[in-house]
Nanobody
Framework: QVQLVESGGGLVQAGGSLRLSCAAS????????MGWFRQAPGKAREFVAS???????YYADSVKGRFTTSRDNAKNTVYLQMNSLKPEDTAVYYC??????????????WGQGTQVTVSS
């Protein structure tokens, strides 16, 4: 059983930055690939970014160049640094464990979600 606890969401103006954190309970965290998804009201869950066990990262075209994901295996934590935020980035953001796929169904564990709101 893996529990993922997210933090760092909030309200920010367009052009601002936020950093999301996702802390995992699993001791062997360094072997677990991780992903980030988001879901806006009335829309499907959307892939944002992912990171492999050895730190290779992948990004959706909509966030490439603005978002960066990283991991600190000693702290069992994955981060999503979000810069140059746009109103269309407004969503509930979820971290997930078990894959680096763009497909949400490939992941085994999910965080509780954290709200990110970007004002214009």
């Amino acid at each position: 059983q893996v529990q993922l606890v997210e933090s760092g969401g909030g309200l920010v103006q367009a052009g601002g930055s936020l950093r999301l954190s996702c802390a995992a309970s699993r001791p062997a965290f360094s072997t677990i690939p991780m992903g980030w998804f988001r879901q806006a009201p009335g829309k499907a869950r959307e892939f944002v970014a992912s990171i492999t066990w050895n730190g290779r990262s992948y990004y959706a075209d909509s966030v490439k160049g603005r978002f960066t994901t990283s991991r600190d295996n000693a702290k069992n934590t994955v981060y999503l640094q979000m810069n140059s935020l746009k109103p269309e980035d407004t969503a509930v953001y979820y971290c997930a464990a078990g894959s680096y796929s763009i497909r949400a169904e490939e992941y085994d564990y999910w965080g509780q979600g954290t709200q990110v709101t970007v004002s214009s």
